[in-house]
């Protein structure tokens, strides 16, 4: 159980760097959190509608717009329209909210590269499996 509980205890205080984030940049958690979501699919290299953002973060349609607005007035995202289908609208992260984003999560990302590095192949692969099936694990509501 002492592996649980620090994991309990990584994701508290994970929480609480993100909700000190939105505070201070006066965002609400779920806007914190389809920047996430916006950053994730852009680095993959796929694309993201409004659809698919509100799906991520079960969020209905009014609320997926309310979020896209507010987050496009902040300068964050901006809506594009796909070339190849002119009715269908992307939504993407502006570069200012990807350098704001690592400002405050920059340090804490790099020290757990640092912290990753002292790890072999096999140790970082058992990891990635554990927090994977943790992530499923959650996204499957227990």
């Given at each position: 159980?002492?592996?649980?509980?620090?994991?309990?205890?990584?994701?508290?205080?994970?929480?609480l760097h993100s909700a000190r984030f939105?505070?201070?940049?006066?965002?609400?958690?779920?806007d914190v959190r389809a920047l996430i979501?916006?950053?994730?699919?852009?680095?993959?290299?796929?694309?993201?509608?409004?659809?698919?953002?509100?799906?991520?973060?079960?969020?209905?349609?009014?609320?997926?717009?309310?979020?896209?607005?507010?987050?496009?007035?902040?300068?964050?995202?901006?809506?594009?329209?796909?070339?190849?289908?002119?009715?269908?609208?992307?939504?993407?992260?502006?570069?200012?909210?990807?350098?704001?984003?690592?400002?405050?999560?920059?340090?804490?990302?790099?020290?757990?590269?640092?912290?990753?590095?002292?790890?072999?192949?096999r140790e970082v692969a058992a990891i990635?499996?554990?927090?994977?099936?943790?992530?499923?694990?959650?996204?499957?509501?227990?």
């Amino acid at each position: 159980m002492e592996v649980v509980h620090l994991l309990r205890a990584a994701t508290v205080e994970l929480a609480l760097h993100s909700a000190r984030f939105a505070s201070r940049n006066g965002m609400h958690p779920t806007d914190v959190r389809a920047l996430i979501a916006l950053m994730d699919v852009s680095r993959a290299g796929e694309e993201m509608t409004a659809g698919r953002l509100g799906t991520a973060l079960g969020l209905n349609s009014a609320g997926t717009t309310a979020l896209v607005d507010r987050l496009e007035r902040a300068g964050h995202v901006r809506r594009v329209r796909d070339p190849r289908d002119r009715r269908r609208v992307v939504i993407e992260v502006d570069e200012r909210a990807v350098g704001l984003g690592w400002s405050s999560f920059g340090p804490l990302i790099q020290r757990t590269v640092e912290l990753l590095q002292g790890y072999d192949e096999r140790e970082v692969a058992a990891i990635r499996g554990f927090l994977a099936g943790v992530r499923d694990a959650a996204a499957a509501g227990g």
